[in-house]
């Protein structure tokens, strides 16, 4: 954001950062649902039917990390993906080649493949997907408030309380 503000001097609305608004609630809150009720569950039958490794690795390497720590990094994290890949590579992108389908395809092949060293391919796979949806819905409202909502409540579920879920092992 630094770099897009003092020294490219874009304003904040050509990232999607606009003022809070209702609607932007209302739109982050469907897409969270959306992906915690029916994509997230989707996934995890398809990947068992395709006896795929899930997200098990990823979650057992954050195992270790306190609940505190965990849901500080999806804050941040969710909110600079939104920003990086959505808001600020899909402007910077189109205006560099003129296409607006590559600017959105280019950040969402980066975002899934740096998705692969924690999670794995298959997993990393899914975020393609559920990337592209959130790419779709960018385009569409070029507000990146909903996109933020929707990540950051949909890893907090994902990683947060799934981690808070684990049974702890006993000390003794």
């Not at 997230?40 to 195992?63: H, I, N, Q, T």
């Not at 959130?134 to 947060?160: E, K, Y």
Request: zero cysteines; proline letters at 6%; a positive charge.
């Amino acid at each position: 954001m630094w770099i897009a503000f003092s020294l490219e001097g874009l304003p904040p609305a050509d990232l999607g950062i606009r003022a809070p608004r209702w609607q932007a609630l209302a739109w982050g809150a469907a897409l969270a649902l959306f992906f915690n009720r029916i994509y997230g569950p989707a996934l995890y039958l398809a990947m068992r039917r395709l006896k795929l490794r899930g997200f098990e690795g990823g979650l057992a390497k954050l195992g270790a990390l306190p609940l505190w720590y965990l849901t500080l990094a999806v804050v941040v994290g969710g909110t600079a993906e939104e920003v990086l890949y959505r808001g600020y590579a899909i402007g910077q992108l189109e205006a560099l080649t003129g296409s607006l389908w590559l600017a959105a395809l280019i950040p969402l092949v980066v975002f899934t493949i740096a998705h692969v060293p924690l999670w794995g391919a298959a997993p990393a796979l899914s975020t393609f997907f559920a990337g592209g949806i959130f790419t779709l819905f960018f385009l569409w409202q070029r507000d990146l408030a909903p996109n933020v909502i929707a990540h950051v409540a949909t890893d907090f579920v994902g990683i947060v309380l799934a981690r808070g879920a684990q049974p702890r092992q006993n000390a003794n």
